[in-house]
């Protein structure tokens, strides 16, 4: 798709690049604000308005950034054709799979990206956020 864009209207073809690389920062970034970093039973670092420690202030965006370089990789292996002359190309999908150990892993990272997203889609309909009743409104009763 991209590269039928780019050969209508290359400006075309970057912006949807760029919205969709965006959109997956976006999406990586909501979920970690509404899980929290849940751990089966408790969470760990919450990200509530007005309520946010420091250091799980701190703590997610370092989560964040190194979610982003995930974001980075997955986009530069999927669109490696769109890509092919860039440097993130030749950084990540030829020097990086030519490294001892590693290169095979990286090679199939992207089918592991989407698995953990379905799992994670079906662990949200089979465990969904237990909504609280909102205290704030408390009618007066005379």
């Known amino acids: ?9 290359a400006l075309l073809a970057v912006i949807a690049y760029a919205v969709f690389s ?24 919450p990200m509530k308005v007005g309520d946010t420690m420091l250091n799980a202030l701190l703590f997610n965006a370092a989560v964040s950034l190194i ?12 669109f490696a054709d769109f890509a092919s002359n ?16 590693i290169g095979t892993a990286i090679s199939y990272m992207q089918f592991f990206f989407v698995g953990v997203a ?9 465990c969904p956020r237990k909504k609280k009743k909102n205290t704030l409104y408390k009618p007066m009763s005379e």
């Open 22 to 45: 965006f959109y997956l920062l976006l999406c990586t970034f909501k979920g970690q604000i509404k899980f929290g970093m849940r751990v089966v039973f408790f969470k760990i670092h």
């Open 86 to 101: 860039t440097a993130i190309n030749s950084l990540l999908n030829v020097y990086v799979r030519r490294l001892k150990g």
């Open 67 to 78: 979610s982003s370089v995930a974001v980075i990789q997955f986009c530069g292996q999927s």
């Open 118 to 126: 379905f799992l994670s889609i079906f662990w949200v309909i089979l």
């Open 1 to 9: 798709m991209l590269i039928v864009l780019n050969d209508t209207f």
